[in-house]
């Protein structure tokens, strides 16, 4: 009777000791870390400037210090969600960013200015509360900042802004050394043609159409499948990739365009690629 009795309970024991690993418990503080993760940031690359958007997810009623920005050379690696970042990796802002003044509770936005064209960063953002605690990271996005406005284009020899360096961001004449794109008519359409076209000597340039969009910054990463072409038929509304002589990219979408004949004028915005062979826009 006594053997059997033992038998059960060492059963017991391995019954016990062989189901599911309980869940820690958590405390109140930690399930706010865990909850309050800032999602689905988003951002959107300007002339040596970043723009960012973020999903709060903080609890009702809980108060915060900010958030902590970090704004990197290369990707966080296996202390990405670690809730305690390593001391080495500092926060792009001194104290917390409180937040803007427009955006409602549910997602906070922020303008980092003073970064240079052409370098890809890796950025990130935690929630940080009053004792110090910081949440785990958001997704991690990479961006690289660029050059970009808007310039009005004379029809050919129409006018000295009859053509545009997008290395330099500044109109020229259409047969300038330093020209990259003209435009002309041809039976009623608007055309945007290589200078190359122009004279033998001057830069060659070349077109891809990449239709209608709602804004410039539709399609920022796309990879071409199609030859170019040195001249192309544009349209109000409609954007098109220019790759240049030295083998640089812009993009541009054609906004409007106003009189007839040698009268007409597009104006035109555009993004500039300083990475030489990189479509990311």
């Known amino acids: 009777m006594k053997r059997i009795f033992l038998f059960s309970i060492f ?12 869940a ?8 706010i870390l865990r909850e309050s993760v800032p999602t689905k940031l988003t951002v959107q690359p300007g002339n040596k400037k970043l723009y960012l958007k973020w999903n709060t997810n903080c609890p009702k009623g809980v108060v ?5 920005i970090y ?12 809730p305690n970042p390593p001391a080495k990796i500092k926060a792009f802002n001194s104290l917390p960013y409180p937040g803007d003044t427009e955006s409602n509770g549910n997602y906070e936005t922020m303008k980092i200015e003073t970064l240079d064209n052409g370098i890809e ?6 929630t940080v509360y009053p004792n110090g605690a910081v949440s785990a990271a958001s997704n991690e996005v990479s961006a690289i900042g660029r050059p ?15 053509g545009f360096c997008f290395a330099k961001g500044l109109s020229v004449r259409a047969d300038a050394d330093d020209n990259d794109i003209y435009f002309f008519q041809k039976d009623g359409f608007d055309f945007a043609a290589s200078p190359h076209r122009l004279n033998g000597f001057l830069r060659e340039s ?16 796309f990879k071409i499948d199609i030859p170019p072409v040195e001249k192309i038929p544009i349209l109000v509304g409609e954007s098109y990739l220019v790759k240049m002589a030295d083998g640089h990219y812009a993009k541009i979408r054609i906004e409007k365009a106003t009189g007839q004949d040698k009268e007409r004028i597009l104006e035109i915005r555009y993004i500039y690629q300083t990475v030489k062979n990189l479509i990311r826009f």
Do not use: H, M, W
Not at 11 to 22: D, M
Not at 148 to 162: C, I, M, T, V
């Open 121 to 126: 960063y890796f950025i990130t953002v935690r």
């Open 64 to 68: 915060l210090s900010g958030y902590n």
């Open 148 to 162: 970009e406005g808007k310039f009005s284009l004379s029809f050919r020899y129409a006018g000295l802004n009859d």
């Open 11 to 22: 059963v017991s024991g391995l019954l016990i000791q062989c189901g599911p690993p309980r």
């Open 71 to 82: 704004i990197l050379r290369e990707p966080l690696e296996q202390k990405f969600y670690d």
């Open 24 to 31: 820690p418990i958590l405390s109140a503080e930690q399930i």
């Open 206 to 221: 070349s077109f891809y159409s990449l239709g209608k969009t709602r804004d410039i910054y539709q399609y920022p990463l």
